[in-house]
């Protein structure tokens, strides 16, 4: 059975560091297509990254420079490393799987909240 | 690229059909022929769940009330019979050209 699960949310201040680990199991993260998808309080999704199979990585503009996705793929892990953190980053981070071949975002985690706030 | 979802409100009341439409500024027809347009249902408190993928394959384990159609632009999600379970906000996505989401249709029962 695939699950994700996410950790590593919480509060920061602006301008701060937070690393959120995605943890998966019943696949191999190495193999798959893996993104970072936010969704702001009461607002709608928002895709953030994603981290090919082959290891090519993309960003949305809004977090390019900033946030870096990894994996671990020994530790079957999904990674997002944000810096420079500001107030409009503040959301609910789901860790998703899927590329082409599922039609991609097939299956959620339950998401982690990163809550940037002086 | 944008999608446009309507209504953004949608009272139904229950055992009606409702009916969701999604709009896209671009062709989400891909270079491999295939349309990457997917509904999203997002209950109340939940992470979201994928209904349908590429304009109208349900997923494991949705009932067969919900279906999808379209093409090129235009798309939509049908609810027949409506339940109270189907309460939420439902989301299009499209990934054809990176990945957008529409902006959600809230769904309730009237």
């Known amino acids: 059975e695939v699950q994700l699960v996410e950790t590593g949310g919480g509060l920061i201040q602006p301008g701060g560091s937070l690393r959120l680990s995605c943890a998966a199991s019943?696949?191999?993260?190495?193999?798959?297509?893996l993104s970072w998808v936010r969704q702001a309080p009461g607002k709608g999704l928002e895709w953030v990254s994603v981290?090919?199979?082959?290891?090519?990585?993309y960003y949305a503009d809004s977090v390019k420079g900033r946030f870096t996705i990894s994996r671990d793929s020994s530790k079957n892990i999904l990674y997002l490393q944000m810096d420079r953190l500001t107030v409009e980053d503040t959301a609910v981070y789901y860790c998703?799987?899927?590329?082409?071949?599922?039609?991609?975002?097939?299956?959620w985690g339950q998401g982690t909240l990163v809550t940037v706030s002086s | 690229l944008v999608l446009t979802q309507s209504p953004l409100s949608l009272p139904v009341a229950l055992g009606q059909s409702a009916s969701i439409s999604c709009r896209s500024s671009?062709?989400?027809?891909?270079?491999?022929?295939?349309?990457?347009l997917n509904w999203f249902q997002q209950r109340p408190g939940q992470s979201p769940r994928r209904l349908i993928y590429?304009?109208?394959n349900r997923d494991s384990g949705v009932p067969d009330r919900f279906s999808g159609s379209g093409s090129d632009t235009d798309f939509t999600l049908k609810i027949s019979r409506v339940e109270a379970e189907d309460v939420g906000v439902y989301y299009c996505?499209?990934?054809?050209?990176?990945?957008?989401f529409g902006q959600g249709t809230k769904v309730e029962i009237k």
């Open positions: 981290i090919y199979g082959g290891g090519s990585t």
């Open positions: 671009q062709s989400l027809v891909y270079s491999d022929g295939n349309t990457y």
């Open positions: 998703v799987r899927g590329g082409h071949s599922s039609g991609w975002f097939d299956y």
């Open positions: 996505m499209q990934g054809t050209h990176w990945w957008t």
């Open positions: 019943g696949f191999t993260v190495g193999n798959n297509y």
């Open positions: 590429q304009v109208s």
